[in-house]
């Protein structure tokens, strides 16, 4: 069990910059892979990065935040980061954090998100 709590967001001007930062709890989140998704008002949630179990593995990010975001974990802190630079009020959506306990499959836990509001 994974118990997973965002933070870092809140209201940006566009071209600025925020960081968001996952925390879990557990012995074992070095085992799980993460990921950061986003859902904005009246829309679908989506997909916006992920990173294997460790720092250097896989990256993978949607094409809309390549080159403008940088997901990174510290295992050591059972954390996972999700920088945004260049932010644009399109990126306006609450942000999640998600955990899945084997590389292939549905994410198993998720936290409770947080607001990212970027004003034009």
């Known amino acids: 069990q994974v118990q997973l709590a965002e933070s870092g967001g809140g209201l940006v001007q566009a071209g600025g910059s925020l960081r968001l930062s996952c925390g879990a709890s557990?012995?074992?989140?070095?085992?799980?892979?993460m990921g950061w998704f986003r859902q904005a008002p009246g829309k679908e949630r989506e997909f916006v990065a992920a990173?294997?179990?460790?720092?250097?593995?896989?990256?993978n990010y949607a094409d809309s935040v390549k080159g403008r975001f940088t997901i990174s974990r510290d295992n050591a802190k059972n954390t996972v980061y999700l920088q945004m630079n260049s932010l644009k009020p399109e990126d306006t959506a609450v942000y999640y954090c998600?955990?899945?306990?084997?590389?292939?499959?549905?994410?198993?836990?998720w936290g409770q998100g947080t607001q990212v509001t970027v004003s034009a």
């Open positions: 990173i294997t179990t460790w720092s250097g593995g896989n990256i």
């Open positions: 998600a955990a899945k306990s084997k590389s292939v499959g549905p994410y198993e836990y």
């Open positions: 557990g012995r074992t989140f070095s085992s799980y892979a």
